[in-house]
């Protein structure tokens, strides 16, 4: 097998082209550096497995080289010369090489079936795998990018893992995978262009709350990116980009999604699909996502109102009652006295009025006396 490597900044490379005679290959992670040191494969150059590249690197800025059975990389051909000499500040001493790689056939299209991806892989640049006839492919959980029409119309993968560390999944990126029925969204990713899922075999989606930018027709669109996709349910948090997404619209492109929305409490919680036992915990709105966000505004008003009407209702009873027993206690205060004070003025007006009833004893005597006289 023969690789085209462009050396890159920080002793990486871009991995633009792979010859060989099998169809199944395995790819270094790293391959020696022209003027010494390693280079570790980081990116998957545009084209790199397509049967029809548009546009391929020139040889002139290309190193070529001999990967063995037993992984071991020989550089045979650099800048375009295979021969022994100096090519600007890199010191080249390797001889003719070996088989010149136009002699085997490109590693791509229907010839390739399978091929394991290096763990020091960050990117996956456009048209990578595009049309390709492979069935199976594991993307290192090392890749933070997807680029544009990455893996569009590879029809036979039937499973779909994306790497954890995924940030950035490009236009069109699976459009045209029929054999995806499933897929997880990883919880780093943030954005997601244009048809990147359209004309695929999904008939639901969770997205979850990192996700900031959707592009038009990315869900729910068949491979015309304008014919949506009867009954497609998207899952996510209320508020989130999935939710807006669900009854987006755009003039420019002509589209107006209408997607039932259901909200789940954890969005990460629900990978790839409807899950009963996931879905214990969340609320379906069925419609629109205009109806989905009425229905939340209007629960979240309703429970806001109850609670402050009545704790505004217990506060209230609490200064009644303390208004009451100040009341009490100073009513009490007031009638002690005063009944104190009503009890004095009758026993007064008891002695006044039993002083004149009383007679005196030498006036009764005098008038006797004189009676007898």
């Known amino acids: 097998m023969f690789i085209d490597i462009i050396p890159l900044q920080k002793n990486t490379a871009r991995l633009t082209r792979v010859y060989g005679d099998a169809p199944c290959v395995a790819l270094p992670a790293s391959v020696p550096g022209p003027e010494g040191g390693v280079l570790a494969i980081t990116e998957l150059g545009d084209y790199c497995f397509s049967e029809k590249p548009r546009s391929l690197p020139g040889a002139d800025a290309l190193c070529r080289y001999e990967v063995s059975p037993d992984g071991t990389c020989t550089l045979v051909q650099a800048f375009g010369r295979d021969l022994t000499g100096r090519h600007g500040r890199y010191d080249l001493d390797f001889g003719e090489g070996s088989a010149a790689p136009e ?7 229907n010839f390739v079936e399978e091929i394991t991806l290096p763990d020091s892989l960050l990117y996956i640049d456009d048209w990578v795998f595009a049309y390709d006839n492979i069935d199976h492919i594991a993307i290192p959980d090392s890749v933070v990018e997807i680029c544009d029409y990455a893996f569009a119309y590879c029809e036979n993968i039937t499973e779909w893992t994306l790497p954890s560390s995924l940030t950035y999944i490009g236009n069109a990126a699976f459009a045209g995978c029929t054999g995806m029925t499933e897929v997880v969204l990883p919880n780093n990713l943030t954005n997601i262009g244009q048809a990147a899922f359209s004309g695929t075999g999904l008939t639901e989606i969770t997205i979850p709350s990192s996700v ?5 027709s990315a869900f729910g669109y068949e491979a015309d990116m304008k014919t949506a996709v009867k009954n497609f349910v998207i899952y996510g948090q209320s508020g989130s980009a999935a939710q807006r997404y669900a009854s987006d ?8 999604n209408s997607f039932s929305f259901v909200t789940v409490q954890d969005a990460s919680k629900v990978r790839g699909g409807r899950d009963s036992e996931d879905l214990s915990d969340s609320e379906e709105i069925s419609g629109t996502t205009e109806a989905a966000a009425s229905t939340d505004s209007e629960s979240k008003k309703s429970g806001f109102n109850s609670k402050y009407l009545l704790l505004g209702i217990s ?8 208004i009451l027993v100040i009341l009490g206690l100073r009513s009490g205060k007031k009638t002690e006295p005063e009944s104190t004070e009503s009890d004095s003025e009758s026993n007064s007006d008891s002695d006044s009025d ?16 004189e009676d007898a006289e």
Do not use: N
């Open 212 to 216: 900031e930018e959707i592009g038009y």
């Open 354 to 369: 039993a002083t004149p009833s009383e007679e005196d004893p030498t006036e009764k005597q005098d008038e006797q006396t």
């Open 249 to 256: 619209s755009d003039d420019t492109y002509g589209y107006k």
């Open 103 to 109: 002699e085997l056939h490109p590693v791509c299209g």
């Open 315 to 322: 506060g209230l009873v609490l200064v009644i009652g303390a």
